[in-house]
C-alpha cells in the first residue's frame, strides 16, 4: 500500500471548489456580511481534532474489511432548538441501545456515528414554495433561513450560530460519553413496554436480559480491557457538507509528521492565523465533524462538492440511488479514493423497497471490478418516503426493513458485504414513520409529528430495527 499522500497542492486547496460549478448553492443579498462571517469562524477553535478523525479512518478500514459494522443516525435536518441536554442525550442513547443489540446480534464491533452536531443545511428539490398564496424561498436550514415563512431570507450570521450550536452539542455528547455506558448495564434502562406483541417482547426481553447480564458479569470480574471497551463509548459526529463556504472554514491544515519534526498544527500562533509548513508538507482535515457526506443532489463529479471533498483527509460518504450510472460510480471512487484506501469512502445506497433489487447490482458488480473497497452503508430512508392520505410526509417500517433485508441478501450473492446502516432517527416518542412494533398507523401520525423535514423513526421503531437486522445477519 502506498504511502498516503496529499493531493497535489497545485491541483487542490481548501478554496477551490470555487473554480468550479455549484449545485444548491445559497445567494445572500450582502456578500461582504458573508465574507466577514466566514472570516470569523476560520478564527475560531476546531470541533473535532485531527486525532480522532484518523482514529474514524482506522475504524471505517475495519468496517470496509468486514471485521465491524457501521451505525449512522439521527435526524434528518437538526434545528439550533434541539440543541438541549435533554435531547441530546435521548439520541445518544438510542444510538449506543441499538449498538449493543447489533454487538450482541453480529458479534462485531459497531462504529457510531450521528447525524448531529452540525447536520443543519437542507438541499431542497425546489428553491420555492408556496405559502398561504404567497411565494417564499424554502426552508434550507436553520444555518441558511428560518422554518417560519417571514424568516426566509438567508441570513450569514446563522452560520455563526450554527458554529456555536455544534459546539454546544459535541460538548455535551463529550460529557454525555464521558460518564460511560454505566446506565445501559441495567435492564431498566431499557423500555420495551411498547412491543404489542407478546412473543416479540419475551424475544427482545430475552436479548436484552443476556446482553445486560454479560456487561455485568465483565463489571463484577473487573475485566479491565473489555470493561473499557464497553464502558466508554466512541459517538463521531457526521452531517451533510452542503455550504461550502462554512466547510472551508473549519478546514485546518495539519502537519504532517517530518523527520525531526512531530505530526502538529501547521499554524503560527498569530493573527490572522500564518501556515509555519508549505502547503504540500500538510494534510487538511474538516474539523466541523468527523466524518461528511455528499448528498444524492450534489454529488456531480465536476461539480464543487466533489472537488471540496477529494482534498480532506476525513472519511467522507456519497449517497448513492437510482439516478446514478454504475460507471459514474466508479469515477466518484476513482476521484475520491485514488490511493484505494479500503474504508475512505462509505457509499451510502438508497433506492427504496421497490427498487433495490433494480440498481443496487449493477452498483455492487461496478465496485467490485476495481480495487476501491468502500463501506457499503444502506439508507432505507430516503427512497421510501411517501405522503400519508393526512398530508403527513411518513415512511414505513415494514418498506425500510425490505430495503434493509435486500441489501444484505444481494450484497451476500454477490460476494460483497452490507457493511452499515444509515438512519434518520430521533431519541423520542415521535410519530412521524408507520408500523414497527408498536403498530403505529396513519391514524397515529398527527398525535405527535414533529419533524421540520423528513419523517424520524422513534426511540422504540430505531430499537427494533436494530433487533430486526441482529436477527437478519444471525439468518
Ligand atoms: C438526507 O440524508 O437527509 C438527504 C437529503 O438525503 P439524500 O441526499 O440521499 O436525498
Ligand atoms: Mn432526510
Known amino acids: 500500500m502506498a504511502d498516503h499522500q496529499a493531493p497535489s497542492p497545485a491541483a487542490w486547496a481548501p478554496d477551490s471548489w470555487k473554480t468550479k460549478p455549484i449545485k444548491q448553492d445559497v445567494v445572500y443579498d450582502d456578500p461582504a456580511e458573508l465574507s466577514a462571517v466566514v472570516e470569523r469562524i476560520a478564527s475560531l477553535p476546531p470541533l473535532v481534532s485531527s486525532a480522532e478523525i484518523e482514529r474514524l479512518r482506522a475504524q471505517l478500514r475495519d468496517v470496509a474489511e468486514g471485521r465491524a459494522f457501521l451505525l449512522q443516525g439521527g435526524d434528518c435536518a437538526e434545528s439550533f432548538d434541539y440543541c438541549k441536554e435533554g435531547a441530546i442525550e435521548d439520541k445518544l442513547k438510542v444510538l449506543l441501545q441499538m449498538s449493543l443489540v447489533l454487538v450482541w446480534g453480529l458479534r462485531q464491533p459497531v462504529v457510531r456515528i450521528a447525524r448531529m452536531a452540525g447536520q443543519y443545511a437542507k438541499p431542497r428539490s425546489s428553491p420555492f414554495e408556496t405559502v398561504d398564496g404567497r411565494q417564499v424561498m424554502s426552508y434550507r436550514g436553520d444555518n441558511v433561513n428560518g422554518i417560519d415563512p417571514a424568516q426566509r431570507r438567508p441570513d450569514p450570521q446563522r452560520l455563526l ?36 406483541k407478546e412473543a416479540i417482547r419475551r424475544e427482545y426481553q430475552g436479548i436484552v436480559t443476556r446482553l445486560t447480564d454479560a456487561l455485568g458479569f465483565m463489571d463484577v470480574v473487573g475485566a479491565t480491557g473489555q470493561e473499557a471497551a464497553v464502558r466508554t463509548a466512541d459517538v463521531y459526529t457526521s452531517h451533510e457538507a452542503l455550504l461550502l463556504d462554512y466547510e472551508q472554514a473549519l478546514t485546518r491544515p495539519v502537519a504532517k509528521a517530518q523527520p525531526g519534526a512531530r505530526r502538529g498544527s501547521a499554524y503560527e500562533p498569530s493573527t490572522p492565523p500564518r501556515l509555519r509548513v508549505a502547503p504540500e508538507l500538510c494534510d487538511f482535515y474538516n474539523m466541523s465533524a468527523h466524518f461528511i457526506w455528499i448528498g444524492d443532489r450534489t454529488r456531480q463529479l465536476d461539480g464543487a462538492h466533489v472537488e471540496y471533498f477529494r482534498g480532506v483527509r476525513n472519511p467522507v460518504g456519497v449517497k448513492v440511488g437510482p439516478t446514478m450510472d454504475p460507471a459514474e460510480l466508479v469515477r466518484a471512487l476513482d476521484i475520491l479514493d485514488p490511493l484505494e484506501e479500503p474504508g475512505r469512502v462509505t457509499l451510502i445506497t438508497r433506492y427504496g423497497a421497490e427498487k433495490i433489487a433494480q440498481f443496487l447490482p449493477a452498483h455492487v458488480e461496478a465496485v467490485l471490478a476495481t480495487r476501491h473497497r468502500p463501506v457499503w452503508c444502506c439508507d432505507p430512508c430516503h427512497g421510501n418516503t411517501t405522503t400519508a392520505p393526512s398530508g403527513h410526509k411518513t415512511r414505513s417500517f415494514d418498506a425500510i426493513v425490505a430495503e434493509i433485508s435486500a441489501s444484505i441478501a444481494i450484497h451476500r450473492r454477490l460476494g ?29 401520525l398527527p398525535s405527535n409529528y414533529q419533524t421540520f423535514c423528513d419523517p424520524r423513526l422513534n426511540y422504540e421503531q430505531s430499537l427494533d430495527i436494530a433487533f430486526t437486522i441482529a436477527k437478519l445477519y444471525e439468518a
Open 161 to 196: 450560530a450554527a458554529y456555536f450550536h455544534s459546539a454546544a452539542t459535541v460538548n455535551c455528547m463529550r460529557m454525555v460519553l464521558g460518564g460511560g455506558l454505566a446506565d445501559l448495564h441495567r435492564p431498566d434502562a431499557w423500555d420495551l413496554g411498547h412491543v404489542r
Open 416 to 444: 460483497s458485504r452490507l457493511a452499515g446502516v444509515h438512519l434518520e432517527l430521533t431519541g423520542e416518542h415521535v410519530t412521524e414513520c408507520t408500523g414497527g412494533s408498536q403498530e403505529l398507523s396513519h391514524r397515529d
